[in-house]
């Protein structure tokens, strides 16, 4: 599975952005897909996931409320609506793919098997 990721770009803080992740393979549907950000000088940070065909999602308190991930199986995509931007969110932005996550472990990195290569978000004025 190959997850190509986009939308990334510089936004004033309180703005809206809204990132894509395209996924290759036909299994796309059964994994469960994730977003995770890493700023400079820190470790990559759980943002959100959703489950398979259920949806089911999960965010962490600092982005609950702001963002929301989606998916669009028929498109192989999951997306990133991301409101009320603060510049604490300026970081690299990744998506990420697995089909052996059981709940408990949605927000840890080292489960996702598929890696896209990042897009950058940076907030300012």
């Known amino acids: 599975v190959q997850l190509q990721a986009s939308g990334g770009g510089l936004v004033q803080p309180g703005g809206s952005l809204r990132l894509s992740c395209a996924a290759s393979?036909?299994?796309?549907?059964?994994?469960?897909m994730g977003w995770f950000r890493q700023a400079p000088g820190k470790e990559r940070e759980f943002v959100a996931a959703i489950r398979s065909r259920g949806g089911t999602t999960y965010y962490p308190d600092s982005v609950k409320g702001r963002f929301t991930i989606s998916r669009d199986n028929a498109k192989n995509t999951i997306y990133l609506q991301m409101n009320s931007l603060k510049p604490e969110d300026t970081a690299v932005y990744y998506c990420?793919?697995?089909?052996?996550?059981?709940?408990?472990?949605?927000?840890?990195?080292?489960?996702?098997?598929?890696w896209g290569q990042g897009t950058l978000v940076t907030v300012s004025s």
């Open positions: 990420a793919g697995g089909n052996r996550i059981i709940l408990s472990q949605v927000t840890a990195p080292s489960v996702y098997d598929y």
């Open positions: 393979g036909r299994t796309f549907s059964t994994y469960t």
